[in-house]
T-cell receptor
Framework: AQSVTQPDIHITVSEGASLELRCNYSYGATPYLFWYVQSPGQGLQLLLKYFSGDTLVQGIKGFEAEFKRSQSSFNLRKPSVHWSDAAEYFCAVGAHTDKLIFGTGTRLQVFP | GAVVSQHPSWVICKSGTSVKIECRSLDFQATTMFWYRQFPKQSLMLMATSNEGSKATYEQGVEKDKFLINHASLTLSTLTVTSAHPEDSSFYIC???????????????FGPGTRLLVL
């Protein structure tokens, strides 16, 4: 079955600290992978996406993610977190013509 | 980038009434739009795929007669929650596919969402 797992429901970090949000997927075909961010009461903003090629993907707001096929993972990273990064982060998987399947999300809290 | 709007941003209604939510692609034509539902502290669940000029495709378990979807133009899709009940209270988010390859997931652009509260 197709699924996306985000093992961490809630993560708290100090401002300036590094961040890694985990995402594991199960998908029959070669997947397209996405990370979205959602601020409270808002829609989703695309941070980055992976379709093919270089497995290290750069996104907006200083985020990057690395696709590891052997581990079925697509973890999101940021070297130095800002207070404005506090939000809900969703990993999603899909393929050409398929619907997006979202993970359950990770809520990021940032302390000054 | 492509902009998708939703209206209203929030709505409160009485049980038994119908509520219409609009999803518009502002600067591109979207042959495909998607409607999602999100419960508090949960993920997004796809409700249906809306194709311009044809019937929507509903996901398993979603009541077609309860959630009416119309995609009458390349820039507008509407979701009508008929005879709303408190359990329909949720955050509804649409996304729009742009360009010739609008059915491809990588071209989905999300709206800001509509919060529905049914009393």
């Amino acid at each position: 079955a197709q699924s996306v797992t985000q093992p961490d429901i809630h993560i708290t970090v100090s401002e300036g600290a590094s961040l890694e949000l985990r995402c594991n997927y199960s998908y029959g075909a070669t997947p397209y992978l996405f990370w979205y961010v959602q601020s409270p009461g808002q829609g989703l903003q695309l941070l980055l996406k992976y379709f093919s090629g270089d497995t290290l993907v750069q996104g907006i707001k200083g985020f990057e993610a690395e696709f590891k096929r052997s581990q079925s993972s697509f973890n999101l990273r940021k070297p130095s977190v800002h207070w404005s990064d506090a939000a809900e982060y969703f990993c999603a998987v899909g393929a050409h013509t398929d619907k997006l399947i979202f993970g359950t999300g990770t809520r990021l809290q940032v302390f000054p | 980038g492509a902009v998708v709007s939703q209206h209203p941003s929030w709505v409160i209604c009485k049980s038994g009434t119908s509520v219409k939510i609009e999803c518009r692609s502002l600067d591109f034509q979207a042959t495909t739009m998607f409607w999602y539902r999100q419960f508090p502290k949960q993920s997004l669940m796809l409700m249906a795929t809306s194709n311009e000029g044809s019937k929507a495709t509903y996901e398993q378990g979603v009541e077609k007669d309860k959630f009416l979807i119309n995609h009458a133009s390349l820039t507008l899709s509407t979701l009508t929650v008929t005879s709303a009940h408190p359990e329909d209270s949720s955050f509804y988010i649409c996304s729009a596919g742009g360009g010739r390859d609008s059915h491809r997931v990588e071209t989905q652009y999300f709206g800001p969402g509509t919060r529905l509260l049914v009393l």
